[in-house]
């Protein structure tokens, strides 16, 4: 799936708030995990055509509505959406020269770029498959990449509230687990609650005279001097 991959660990991120005084849960220290679905569009095309991308540099290049022509094409039309293959022996032509949106590793080693015009892409990268995102009613149609997305946003939720509760987390603080979708390839997991619930948990392992907070390098009215969030390591597996 075109995703990051699911075996890596994802790091916790902490957040200031964005104004003075503002709070989340009553606390004023937010931990965010943040996941950006790198080339998650040639991802997606891989998945639904892997006999004819994976393998090859793929840059998946958005509709030119500047085109002479004007086709519909569906997601499923595998050979009517790749403008260039190699194997195919397709050529790109000037009707079909729209920017890419999404290039893969490969293509990227050769120089190609998002942005580039399909002309210019195959230019630098003579093996490059350039895939057309597909249309309808004479715009491009994204809406196999939005549903690509809620998959992986759905399993994305699913495995850290496993991981969570395997973690020993209370259902209480894994039910305050908050996500938003920044877009297609990009979400933001508030995670300050299950965080919190581990850091306590740590905090009593270690027998710490106030086992109640993790925060900067200071110490406390009491002269209690709590652990940094480095110090604590806070972090999860996906998968």
């Known amino acids: 799936m075109a995703s990051s991959s699911s075996s890596s660990p994802t790091a916790i991120r902490r957040r200031r708030p964005l104004s003075p005084g503002s709070s989340f849960h009553g606390h004023h220290e937010r931990v965010i995990a943040h996941f950006d679905l790198d080339a998650f569009y040639v991802g997606c095309e891989r998945e639904l055509n892997p006999s004819f991308l994976v393998g090859f540099p793929v840059a998946v290049m958005q509709y030119n509505p500047h085109a002479r022509v004007v086709r519909q094409t569906s997601s499923d039309q595998v050979e009517e959406r790749l403008v260039v293959h190699p194997g195919l022996n397709k050529i790109i032509d000037t009707e079909k020269n729209g920017s890419l949106i999404a290039v893969s590793y490969e293509a990227r080693a050769a120089g190609v770029k998002r942005n580039d015009r399909g002309f210019d892409a195959v230019k630098k990268c003579p093996e490059l498959c350039l895939v057309q995102v597909p249309v309808r009613h004479g715009k491009a149609d994204l809406t196999m990449y939005r549903d690509a997305s809620q998959r992986v946003l ?86």
């Not at 933001?188 to 905090?203: H, Q, V």
């Not at 392992?205 to 110490?219: A, C, D, F, I, W």
């Open 154 to 239: 759905n399993e994305l939720v699913s495995s850290i509230k496993r991981a969570a509760g395997s973690a020993g987390v209370s259902e209480e603080s894994i039910a305050k687990i908050r996500v938003e979708k920044a877009s297609i390839d990009e979400i933001y997991i508030d995670m300050t609650s299950a965080a919190l619930d581990m850091a306590k948990k740590i905090i009593f392992q270690r027998e710490e005279v106030t086992p109640n907070m993790v925060g900067e390098e200071e110490e406390d009215p009491m002269g209690s001097k709590h652990p940094t969030w480095d110090e604590a390591m806070l972090c999860t597996t996906i998968g």
